[in-house]
């Protein structure tokens, strides 16, 4: 009999499409490999709208990665504000272009985990972060 296998669920939110699906697809790609390495199995959702995404948040994500600029007024930290009152221990990455110190330490400074810059490295950070996470809370 195969041993159970711990669930890591992760949410995406980006308003850029061609980004969403960039970051979706780095993370499935690593998960899968994980999945077989650790017994883990990854749930991913992806959402493009913040409505959508605050509309489906459920309170067991475990890891949402959230762009800081997402057009019509809304802003990652709105969203980080909504995930800390509805998913406690869900940790909150912002991921933005902008190299503005002022909105790394706002973020991070209210609750986000982590805050990556959006270059060439950014999809890396991601997977790291994940792998992070997945050592810190069950190995």
Not at 100 to 105: A, K, P
Request: charged share 30%.
């Amino acid at each position: 009999m195969e041993p159970k296998k711990n669930l890591l669920k992760i949410a995406i939110l980006d308003d850029s499409d061609f980004y969403n699906r960039m970051i979706t697809r780095q993370l499935e790609s690593y998960t899968k490999g994980l999945s077989l390495e650790k017994n883990f199995e990854f749930n991913i959702e992806s959402y493009a709208h913040a409505d959508d995404f605050l509309r489906n948040l459920k309170d067991d994500i475990d890891i949402a990665f959230v762009d800081y600029y997402l057009g019509s007024g809304v802003t990652g930290f709105d969203v980080l504000q909504v995930i800390n009152k509805k998913c406690k221990h869900c940790k909150v990455v912002i991921i933005s272009q902008a190299r503005n110190e002022l909105t790394t330490i706002k973020t991070l400074s209210n609750g986000a985990s982590a805050f990556i810059l959006k270059d060439k490295n950014a999809l890396a950070k991601t997977c790291f972060f994940v792998e992070h996470e997945i050592s810190k809370k069950f190995l």
